[in-house]
């Protein structure tokens, strides 16, 4: 989820479109994993523009979701802002100003949904697409990530055009969209949500689990609300993985400079790599560990070091 091209998410009634979004929203105004196992990129001001449910039921499960998070809503204070059920649809004249105002100082937006925000929209027109295509607009100047809640079509048999076909309408929203994130799953089951498009990276994410139950409290059973990923990897787990990338990426770099400088000291390897020095010195004990490089002592008997692609100096 990028800014740029907004963001689809469709499922068909109650699958959990919009609770799970709703929680996303509160993560990255809190700064918290998404879903509680998901890394999150970028935290800031979210803004949740509500065209479905009504205020009663969208406070009610940001004040549930909260407390299960252990977030205090009254210390994000306008970093989650929700409009309920505003007088604007994206194809009024002022529509373009209004989103603008909106997600300038956001970092995420919600539209919820595309059918409510664009009634006057024939959904299987190939131009229905415009209304996507100003979101993408407004998201481009802003920085601000934009997703759109929207309905899938249920699916049959004779359905053969896989997920493009899955979301209700002229398949030009599909191709108006950065990402698209189809929800579906059975009564009682988790939520599976599928990456099926992500033009930023050419590579979707594999398909992840959402439980999605009450939390109760003392004296009430439906205190809280969770929405919690099952079956992925714990976020500290992801950091670690992320951190030895990062270390490889440093690994690299060394290496590199020591095969074109033959006989590179410690100094000059510090100098001229980039990356903290105690960084660097740890990637050079990983590589002759690993048995990329080689240390002699040189003439002055400081540390000197080739790589095996070199042969050493012995070679």
Same mark, same amino acid.
């Given at each position: 989820?990028?800014?740029? $091209?907004?963001?689809?998410?469709?499922?068909?009634?109650?699958? /959990?479109? #919009?609770?799970?979004?709703?929680?996303?929203?509160?993560? =990255?105004?809190?700064?918290?994993?998404?879903?509680?196992?998901?890394?999150?990129?970028?935290?800031?001001?979210?803004?949740?523009?509500?065209?479905?449910?009504?205020?009663?039921? #969208?406070?009610?499960?940001?004040?549930?979701?909260?407390?299960? *998070?252990?977030?205090?809503?009254?210390?994000?204070?306008?970093?989650?802002?929700?409009?309920? *059920?505003?007088?604007?649809?994206?194809?009024?004249?002022?529509?373009?100003?209004? &989103?603008?105002?909106?997600?300038?100082?956001?970092?995420?937006?919600?539209?919820?949904?595309?059918?409510?925000?664009?009634?006057?929209?024939?959904?299987?027109?190939?131009?229905?697409?415009?209304?996507?295509?100003?979101?993408? #607009?407004?998201?481009?100047?802003? /920085?601000?990530?934009?997703?759109?809640?929207?309905?899938?079509?249920?699916?049959?048999?004779?359905?053969? /055009?896989?997920?493009?076909?899955?979301?209700?309408?002229?398949?030009?929203?599909?191709?108006?969209?950065?990402? =698209?994130? =189809?929800?579906?799953?059975?009564?009682?089951?988790?939520?599976?949500?599928?990456?099926?498009?992500?033009?930023?990276?050419?590579?979707? $994410?594999?398909? &992840?689990?959402?439980?999605?139950?009450?939390?109760?409290?003392?004296?009430?059973?439906?205190?809280?609300?969770?929405?919690?990923?099952?079956?992925?990897?714990?976020?500290?787990?992801?950091?670690?993985?992320?951190?030895?990338?990062?270390?490889?990426?440093?690994?690299?770099?060394?290496?590199?400079?020591?095969?074109?400088?033959?006989?590179?000291?410690?100094?000059?390897?510090?100098?001229?790599?980039?990356?903290?020095?105690?960084?660097?010195?740890?990637?050079?004990?990983?590589?002759? #560990?690993?048995?990329?490089?080689?240390?002699?002592?040189?003439?002055?008997?400081?540390?000197?070091?080739?790589?095996?692609?070199?042969?050493?100096?012995?070679?």
């Amino acid at each position: 989820m990028v800014p740029g $091209a907004p963001v689809l998410v469709a499922g068909f009634g109650f699958s /959990g479109k #919009t609770v799970a979004m709703q929680s996303l929203l509160l993560a =990255v105004a809190a700064g918290r994993p998404i879903w509680g196992n998901v890394m999150l990129g970028r935290p800031g001001p979210v803004v949740h523009v509500d065209l479905e449910q009504g205020r009663r039921l #969208t406070c009610e499960r940001y004040q549930r979701l909260a407390r299960a *998070m252990d977030v205090d809503l009254a210390e994000l204070g306008d970093r989650v802002r929700v409009a309920c *059920m505003p007088d604007l649809r994206l194809t009024d004249s002022n529509a373009k100003t209004a &989103l603008l105002r909106l997600a300038a100082s956001s970092a995420f937006l919600l539209i919820d949904s595309f059918r409510a925000a664009a009634p006057d929209v024939d959904e299987n027109a190939s131009d229905a697409r415009r209304v996507l295509d100003l979101l993408g #607009t407004v998201s481009d100047k802003t /920085g601000c990530v934009v997703a759109v809640i929207h309905h899938a079509r249920k699916p049959s048999r004779e359905d053969t /055009g896989g997920a493009r076909m899955a979301i209700r309408g002229s398949g030009a929203l599909y191709d108006a969209c950065g990402s =698209v994130l =189809v929800l579906g799953g059975g009564q009682g089951e988790p939520v599976r949500i599928r990456h099926v498009k992500a033009r930023s990276s050419g590579t979707t $994410a594999d398909p &992840l689990h959402l439980q999605i139950e009450d939390v109760a409290g003392e004296d009430d059973p439906r205190w809280g609300l969770e929405v919690r990923a099952v079956g992925v990897p714990p976020v500290e787990e992801v950091r670690a993985r992320v951190k030895l990338a990062q270390r490889s990426e440093l690994d690299e770099r060394v290496l590199a400079f020591v095969v074109s400088h033959p006989g590179a000291n410690v100094r000059s390897v510090v100098a001229n790599v980039e990356g903290r020095a105690e960084e660097k010195l740890q990637a050079l004990e990983r590589l002759k #560990t690993s048995g990329s490089i080689v240390e002699t002592v040189g003439a002055s008997r400081s540390r000197i070091f080739h790589s095996v692609i070199q042969g050493g100096p012995d070679a």
